[in-house]
């Protein structure tokens, strides 16, 4: 029940923070575990680590579910719009953000490929598609639903929260229309109080049911949530974790 801090290389010309969690008993035994990869490392495990003072509460949530499974979190850039940079998979332009080059697909490429080879040497995973999940929240989840569609050999699961999927909409839907791999699940979720307006929440829930309704059609097993009071912040999504864990992963937390 603990978390390693390290640093990594990544493919944009500097190292990076990730968290690692291990599992209540992990250095007593030689089990291997399943793993749930993670955007947005840094706002997952620690306060003092978070981009806004207050993280997920994920190691909490773990150990109090004595929860078998091993976690690894990558943290983004903070640099100007890097991050949104980072975890989207096209360029974009926004009139307050401006510019935006989507290098998304690069940062999937080596969290899909190399991190995952890494993870796999350094600890004892269960490194087969069945036992591997993707997750996110924000542009974390764009790229959590991205990358299940574009590596559904790496992962079997993503959990998807607050996704970022109002530009280049019909580009993600047309890349999320394809045949998946057997029990491919998907949790997607979007806070009623996210919203400026009616409008724009009637937007959003629009842009995620049609990325719900591609992955149905293709076979996805997929979890709506909209959380009533769900806002775009960590508190929020902490309250989520439950929810898409039983969904993701039944085994493991009714064990926990």
């Not at 030689?30 to 806004?52: E, I, Q, S, W």
């Not at 960590?234 to 898409?244: L, M, T």
């Amino acid at each position: 029940m603990s978390v390693k801090k390290t640093y990594l290389a990544m493919p944009f010309d500097e190292h990076r923070r990730v968290f690692v969690y291990l599992p209540s008993g992990y250095r007593k035994s030689d089990k291997r575990y399943p793993v749930l990869y993670m955007y947005d490392g840094h706002n997952l495990f620690f306060d003092d680590t978070a981009t806004y003072g207050k993280c997920w509460g994920l190691k909490e949530y773990l150990d109090a579910r004595k929860a078998q499974i091993i976690v690894i979190g990558v943290e983004c850039s903070h640099e100007g719009n890097e991050r949104l940079s980072e975890y989207s998979p096209y360029s974009f332009y926004n009139r307050h953000m401006g510019r935006v080059k989507g290098k998304g697909k690069i940062t999937m490429d080596w969290m899909s490929t190399e991190l995952k080879a890494w993870a796999d040497a350094n600890f004892r995973t269960m490194p087969e598609r069945e036992h591997t999940a993707i997750a996110g929240s924000s542009m974390g989840g764009l790229m959590a639903i991205w990358s299940v569609s574009a590596y559904n050999h790496v992962y079997s699961k993503a959990a998807c929260l607050s996704s970022f999927l109002h530009y280049n909409h019909q580009k993600i839907l047309r890349s999320l229309d394809h045949p998946y791999g057997a029990d491919t699940r998907a949790y997607i979720s979007w806070g009623a109080e996210e919203f400026s307006s009616r409008k724009y929440l009637a937007m959003g829930t629009a842009e995620n049911l049609n990325a719900a309704n591609v992955l149905l059609k293709n076979g996805v097993s997929v979890y709506l949530n909209q959380p009533v009071k769900g806002q775009h912040n960590e508190a929020s999504w902490e309250k989520e974790i439950d929810v898409f864990m039983r969904f993701l992963f039944p085994e493991i937390v009714e064990k926990g």
